[in-house]
């Protein structure tokens, strides 16, 4: 079980930006998949964005596409989500995950979770 630890979050104001910290007790010798997701009061879950551990290609909502970067650092073993022009309907919890495998696609399953950290933006 991989731990993760997310921060970064806060209050915003509309068209502001916020960049999301996941830490992460990852096995340097396996590949993970590190997606960021969301959840809005009275929402679902939902995917955000995704970033190969190895390789470092990005997947992307259409919602945050162009706003939205997620990156990640290898040697401090942390993933990053920085968060620009924020909407109101950003406001959520963030959650980062992890999937121990090579391959992403829309729908993957993710194996462990972080506890959220909350990102409201003010209108």
């Known amino acids: 079980q991989v731990q993760l630890v997310e921060s970064g979050g806060g209050l915003v104001q509309a068209g502001g930006s916020l960049r999301l910290s996941c830490a992460a007790s990852?096995?340097?010798?396996?590949?993970?998949?590190m997606g960021w997701f969301r959840q809005a009061p009275g929402k679902e879950r939902e995917f955000v964005a995704a970033?190969?551990?190895?390789?470092?290609?990005?997947y992307y909502a259409d919602s945050v596409k162009g706003r939205f970067t997620v990156s990640r650092d290898n040697a401090k073993n942390a993933g990053y989500l920085q968060m620009n022009s924020l909407k109101p309907e950003d406001t959520a919890v963030y959650y980062c995950?992890?999937?121990?495998?090579?391959?992403?696609?829309?729908?993957?399953?993710?194996?462990?979770w972080g506890q959220g950290t909350r990102v409201t933006v003010a209108s």
């Open positions: 995950a992890t999937r121990k495998s090579s391959y992403y696609y829309t729908g993957a399953p993710f194996d462990s």
């Open positions: 990852l096995r340097t010798s396996t590949n993970y998949v």
């Open positions: 970033i190969k551990w190895i390789g470092g290609n990005t």
